[in-house]
């Protein structure tokens, strides 16, 4: 009798691990897979900007983790997946947690559609880097590595870039912090009284701020042309 209650009790543990590892990989595949086709073309829109160019423009700071990086050459690549609607704009990269991921924009319809579908977006269709702030926006998945997860281990002093045809923009992180969604679209998305210099990460909040966004604000440090 103790030997079977035994079995059942490794059975059911064996059962619930099975689970786990289901949910974690198996449920999200879709996702992950995604994920990767957007990388892939975030990756192709900045070979296609750098070209043939040695990539010296790398962040000064943590230069090893920017070892992984490919770069490569323009030949009217389409970087919207055939899901998606409007034009990646530029492409967010955070090193520190290994976030690099295409920044799409478009009409307000197109933007809402996408963010809809989980991908990360530009927070209005207005925005002019170097001329205005910027907001982005992106999902805070409940799976490691998915979307913006990992925005909530971002420190004060890491730095992350956007790069696009101006050139590459690079910001040191200044602040982070969790506001009320309303708060965030008054005092930060719609407020074009703020720093051009100022670019805001949105995503939504776990745990005690659950139910605020989590904003990660970096201040410009340098822009560099391509």
Same mark, same amino acid.
């Given at each position: 009798?103790?030997?079977?209650?035994?079995?059942?009790?490794?059975?059911?543990?064996?059962?619930?691990?099975?689970?786990?590892?289901?949910?974690?990989?198996?449920?999200?595949?879709?996702?992950?897979?995604?994920?990767?086709?957007?990388?892939?073309?975030?990756?192709?829109?900045?070979?296609?900007?750098?070209?043939?160019?040695?990539?010296?423009?790398?962040?000064?700071?943590?230069?090893?983790?920017?070892?992984?990086?490919?770069?490569?050459?323009?030949?009217?690549?389409?970087?919207?997946?055939?899901?998606?609607?409007?034009?990646?704009?530029?492409?967010?990269?955070?090193?520190?947690?290994?976030?690099?991921?295409?920044?799409?924009?478009?009409?307000?319809?197109?933007?809402?559609?996408?963010?809809?579908?989980?991908?990360?977006?530009?927070?209005?269709?207005?925005?002019?880097?170097?001329?205005?702030?910027y907001c982005i926006y992106g999902h805070n998945h409940t799976v490691q590595n998915l979307s913006f997860n990992r925005l909530k281990d971002v420190k004060k002093g890491e730095l992350f870039k956007l790069t696009c045809e101006k050139g590459i923009f690079i910001? %040191?992180?200044?602040? @982070?912090?969790?506001?009320?969604? +309303?708060?965030?679209?008054?005092? !930060? $998305?719609?407020?074009?009284? /703020?720093?051009?210099? %100022?670019?805001?990460? @949105?995503?939504?909040?776990?745990? +005690?701020?659950?139910?605020?966004? !989590? $904003?990660?604000?970096?201040? /410009?440090?340098?822009?560099?042309?391509?």
């Open positions: 009798m103790n030997r079977l209650k035994r079995f059942m009790q490794w059975l059911w543990s064996v059962s619930l691990i099975l689970i786990g590892i289901y949910v974690l990989f198996f449920s999200n595949r879709e996702a992950f897979q995604r994920q990767e086709i957007e990388q892939s073309l975030a990756d192709f829109y900045l070979e296609d900007l750098y070209g043939e160019k040695d990539s010296s423009t790398e962040l000064e700071k943590n230069e090893e983790e920017w070892e992984d990086n490919v770069w490569y050459v323009r030949d009217g690549i389409r970087y919207t997946p055939d899901y998606a609607k409007g034009f990646l704009e530029c492409v967010l990269e955070i090193p520190s947690v290994k976030i690099r991921r295409g920044v799409y924009s478009g009409t307000w319809e197109e933007i809402q559609h996408n963010l809809d579908i989980w991908m990360v977006t530009a927070a209005r269709p207005d925005y002019e880097l170097g001329k205005t702030h910001y %040191e992180v200044s602040e @982070i912090f969790a506001w009320w969604r +309303e708060e965030v679209t008054e005092k !930060l $998305v719609d407020n074009f009284n /703020l720093s051009a210099n %100022e670019c805001y990460i @949105i995503t939504c909040g776990r745990g +005690e701020n659950r139910y605020k966004d !989590l $904003v990660v604000k970096g201040i /410009l440090q340098s822009k560099k042309e391509i």
